[in-house]
DNA sequence: TAGGCTTGGTCTACATTCTAGACCAGGAGA
DNA sequence: TCTCCTGGTCTAGAATGTAGACCAAGCCTA
């Protein structure tokens, strides 16, 4: 039951657990571990989406935004500063009148979308998992009789 | 350049691309995708971490508290039961005295643990990047000279 | 020439979410 | 009796996110 799976890859269980004990084993101090900051960034509700809409084509400031129908501009220049400092995004200033900004991926940002992609499969492919769970859940907990 | 790639899987590109597609074309209101929504879940800060320790084995309510020292107990329970919620974990109550609570998970959260383990294993090895990255563009910034 | 539109943002006020830590009941051990 | 353990709940304050007004510069229209 350990070692190889059917696509060759070691199982999950063994490499997150492994890596998992790396982190804790004493000289490292898992409030600090990169990984964290990295996954935090991913999580934070609008990277993500960004990114899927920069992996199509790179695209204008306003683009984005019309893509992305509720994030407030704020949220967007700040999101995008942020992959920017990541390395993940590119950002160039055309001096057209009015000046207009594209934004694009860097190989980087495109090393993410294979792990991505993975994960917005089993999203899909889970969805209606979760969605009966959650139904099932939620009447047990009105109704807890 | 297109379709398969040595890992034989479709392009992650065109795979977020197509979905991104199917998600803004009209008669789907992207606001309301079911995706997000999980992803929103699992990037919360705390989920992938309580996912990655639970997935070495069951834990108890105050053991997951100590493998992460930082999280407060208000958001340990309020993620336990999200997660509880969503049909990724299960909570089995001990009559012991005092009572005690193991969380362990199911098969919809083991079923989590591949496509995150590929996401670890990007953050681990993307760290340096990421990193040689923040201190370019911090230095750009501070001195713009 | 005035008014309104676009560009890529910034700024402020308010709402939501997170954190730190006190508190709880009930039993065990000293 | 006094303290500690369990798995939580509750509250106050801090951090973070949202909505939307605002900006300068240039173009187009009337």
Redesign the pocket.
């Known amino acids: 039951m350990t070692g190889l799976r059917a696509n060759n890859l070691p199982s999950a269980h063994e490499c997150l657990a492994q890596r998992f004990k790396t982190w804790s084993s004493g000289e490292f101090d898992l409030t600090l571990c990169p990984v964290r900051g990295i996954l935090d960034r991913l999580g934070?509700?609008?990277t993500t989406l960004i990114v899927i809409v920069l992996a199509q084509r790179p695209h204008?400031?306003?683009?984005i935004g019309r893509a992305i129908p509720?994030?407030?501009?704020?949220?967007l220049?700040?999101t995008?500063r942020d992959l920017e400092r990541d390395g993940m995004i590119t950002?160039r200033v055309f001096p057209t009148?009015?000046?207009?900004?594209e934004y694009g991926l860097t190989e980087l940002g495109e090393s993410l979308l294979e792990p991505l992609a993975h994960l917005v499969t089993w999203a899909e492919n889970s969805q209606p998992k979760i969605a009966t769970a959650r139904s099932a859940f939620d009447a047990a907990e009105t109704s807890p009789s």
Do not use: G
């Not at 009148?97 to 900004?101: E, G, L, M, Q």
């Open positions: 934070d509700k609008w204008r400031f306003s683009e509720d994030i407030s501009k704020r949220m220049t700040q995008l950002r009148k009015p000046p207009s900004v």
